[in-house]
């Protein structure tokens, strides 16, 4: 159900993360996002603007070979903004001006000066350099923002011999806009269509140690299926859940397998001396 | 001031964070705490619960030699609460009932059968579990929950031969009440004390590609601090904003050294036209 092959890691890349000047939201979007196409992430990070440290964790991720790998962040005008150089140098590739992104660029500020007074469309150093791409790189269309985002094919370990490479703003706006709509040729061609069940078994209150022993069994039972149990406020207080999941791209197929595991997972914990309050699905 | 021997990676550690049902706020929050302790965090990192996965990136984080790496998650009773076998694993230690780590683990059941009337205070296999450590490790008390946090020395590459891995909670209220007490002695050998200077300069709108070459020039002058421009939101609506900031152990040279930043770059605003609203300061 779970299938390996779409599998797709994560990057969000700036310095201001990991000083804790910017929380970052874009990767548990994403995470959301990419779990609901049935697609699996299998990773996530939050990187320095560095060249070598990007560089390294690119290179290793070819290694493991997702089938996609998701950057955000350091696609804007100034020098800390890093990413897509520090990809080329990885994969030795040259940097050039695209003439599509700069099309793009040069659109974005010719309407931005539409709307402002004085604001110069000039295409000065910092703006053209938004448009530098790795060679082979592909520029996707930032309906939102001045920077392209970006699509490159990698050689990786992954079964298919290639890791799409996606870099994204990291101003959450933009981020969600290209994701939702000039992306969606390329999430297409490398982790499809799919989907996502999940069913949430509400007990009383009670003790996770005790039914550690019941879901190991049901997990071995249903290896394709999610199984974690853990404590969760709702309205009326706090409640040991018990959460099963499962991503992939046949949902009649993924139903049925989360039916047979609910009904498990309920018996045994009745057997157990437990009452299930409620069952949540999403 | 930034002193690099003072380096962190954290890593929030638990398939739920990677397939979007909880939302990871303990990086953030740790990143804050050991920002705010003047050391850097270099690296943060979401895992799936998977010996393979936390073994190579505990593994290549040794290499790359912070002084300081913080888990959270995988300490539970349940079968997939396996950071701590995983640890093990990939230093090639056995794992042993901790007699100290199980002393806490008995208490804390003993307490929770005086204030629930039917709860068994008997260690069945799942609670014992939460007491089984790397042998070298230290169990570090948990105050408001049932499993110890771990500290465990390991050899690597940091300057000082030695990194330090401490492995908390994934519950934030058990993480942060570790944190803030009894790991004090812990985060005062590895990281030790310090403090962080933040300056936020608030320019009225304008356009971020106009003053990438100024802030080039103006980091490096002042390598030691991190500028950073981004649109910000207050209450009187988005401003391009200028951040300052340095993390250190000698706040007196921080402030003095944040404050020759900040006169070069309102200067080199106001010679490109762009007019201070005001300064913040954290």
């Known amino acids: 159900m779970f299938s390996d092959l779409r599998t797709v890691e994560i990057f969000a890349i700036g310095n201001e993360l990991l000083v804790g000047q910017v929380l970052d939201t874009n990767?548990?979007?994403?995470?959301?996002?990419?779990?609901?196409?049935g697609a699996r992430v299998?990773?996530?990070?939050?990187?320095?603007?560095?060249y070598d440290h990007i560089g390294d964790e690119i290179r290793a991720a070819l290694r493991r070979?997702?089938?996609?790998?998701?950057?955000?962040g350091g696609l804007g005008p100034t020098?800390?903004?890093?990413?897509?150089?520090a990809?080329?140098?990885?994969?030795h590739l040259p940097m050039r001006i695209h003439p599509e992104a700069l099309e793009m660029v040069?659109?974005?500020?010719?309407y931005l000066a539409t709307l402002r007074p004085?604001?110069?469309?000039?295409?000065n150093d910092a703006r053209r350099k938004m448009a530098l791409f790795p060679e082979g790189a592909t520029p996707i269309l930032n309906p939102d923002g001045a920077a392209p985002a970006m699509a490159l094919d990698a050689r990786s370990e992954h079964p298919d011999g290639v890791t799409t490479i996606v870099s994204l703003p990291g101003v959450p706006g933009e981020m969600k806009a290209i994701f939702t709509t000039s992306l969606r040729p390329v999430l297409a061609n490398t982790i499809g269509a799919g989907g996502y069940v999940e069913r949430t078994i509400v007990l009383d209150k009670g003790d996770e140690s005790r039914i550690a022993a019941l879901l190991k069994e049901v997990q071995d039972h249903h290896p394709m299926v999610y199984v974690k149990s853990r404590g969760q406020m709702f309205e009326d207080g706090l409640h040991l859940t018990v959460v099963l999941s499962i991503g992939g791209s046949n949902l009649a197929a993924m139903r049925e397998e989360v039916r047979r595991t609910e009904e498990e997972t309920i018996s045994g914990l009745t057997h157990l001396g437990y009452s299930v309050v409620r069952v949540l699905e999403s």
């Open 118 to 123: 004085n604001f110069s469309a000039e295409l």
């Open 42 to 50: 299998t990773r996530a990070a939050m990187l320095r603007d560095d």
């Open 79 to 85: 020098e800390d903004d890093l990413t897509l150089r």
């Open 65 to 72: 070979g997702p089938r996609l790998i998701l950057t955000t």
């Open 106 to 110: 040069r659109r974005r500020y010719a």
């Open 87 to 91: 990809i080329a140098r990885a994969l």
């Open 27 to 37: 990767t548990h979007w994403l995470i959301r996002m990419v779990t609901g196409l």
